[in-house]
T-cell receptor, first 113, second 113 residues
Framework: NAGVTQTPKFQVLKTGQSMTLQCAQD?????MYWYRQDPGMGLRLIYY???????DKGEVPNGYNVSRLNKREFSLRLESAAPSQTSVYFC????????????FGEGSWLTVV | QQQVKQSPQSLIVQKGGISIINCAYE??????FPWYQQFPGKGPALLIA?????SEKKEGRFTISFNKSAKQFSLHIMDSQPGDSATYFC????????????FGAGTRLFVKA
């Protein structure tokens, strides 16, 4: 099982450039998430999609946009990258009902110079 | 209301010792408390979880202790092994009606051989 797959794994951007992080899950989960991980800050929620066709802001949405393309895919876009967006980004999906287990991708390392 | 506070930030334990990581939450609506384990270069993965109707849950060498009145819970790793060296995140969520999982800042555990 592939689980949650995200691309690219590594990316270096110049300030002001744009890019899209792609994510797909094959577990038929309704809910999908984008988190960023920074040292000492834990995992902070950027955006989430409770179900296909809906998206909502998390704790740190500024500078990002998302698209829930279909049930499987949830992309994160940086329109004008800033050095403060240098981080590790994780896509995730979640089971429904009891348990609420979150399944994470392997991460995308983004550096903005 | 939404915060989950985790301590310590880092922890060094001798092989065979007990590792203890503590978390506190504020929102009494949370009813599911998972712990995630993250190895370098990987995404976090569910380790063990507890609901507030029990005070303790044990799975192998890993135990969660839960104190509902104090709004605190902790992870105990018995007989810690070098292979347990990882970052551990506590988290809190609502099983019904909520789609967000709030994570603590993480604890980097190093087990010395």
């Amino acid at each position: 099982n592939a689980g949650v797959t995200q691309t690219p794994k590594f990316q270096v951007l110049k300030t002001g450039q744009s890019m899209t992080l792609q994510c797909a899950q094959d577990m038929n989960h309704n809910s999908m998430y984008w988190y960023r991980q920074d040292p000492g800050m834990g995992l902070r929620l950027i955006y989430y999609s409770a179900s296909e066709g809906t998206t909502d802001k998390g704790e740190v949405p500024n500078g990002y946009n998302v698209s829930r393309l279909n049930k499987r895919e949830f992309s994160l876009r940086l329109e004008s990258a800033a050095p403060s967006q240098t981080s590790v980004y994780f896509c995730a999906s979640r089971t429904q009902g009891t348990g609420n287990t979150i399944y994470f991708g392997e991460g995308s390392w983004l550096t903005v110079v | 209301q939404q915060q989950v506070k985790q301590s310590p930030q880092s922890l060094i334990v001798q092989k065979g010792g007990i590792s203890i990581i503590n978390c506190a939450y504020e929102n009494t609506a949370f009813d599911y408390f998972p712990w995630y384990q993250q190895f370098p270069g990987k995404g976090p993965a569910l380790l063990i979880a507890i609901r507030p109707d029990v005070s303790e849950k044990k799975e192998g060498r890993f135990t969660i202790s839960f104190n509902k009145s104090a709004k605190q819970f902790s992870l105990h790793i018995m007989d810690s092994q070098p292979g347990d060296s990882a970052t551990y995140f506590c988290a809190a969520s609502m099983e019904n009606g909520g789609f967000k999982t709030i994570f603590g800042a993480g604890t980097r555990l190093f087990v010395k051989a």
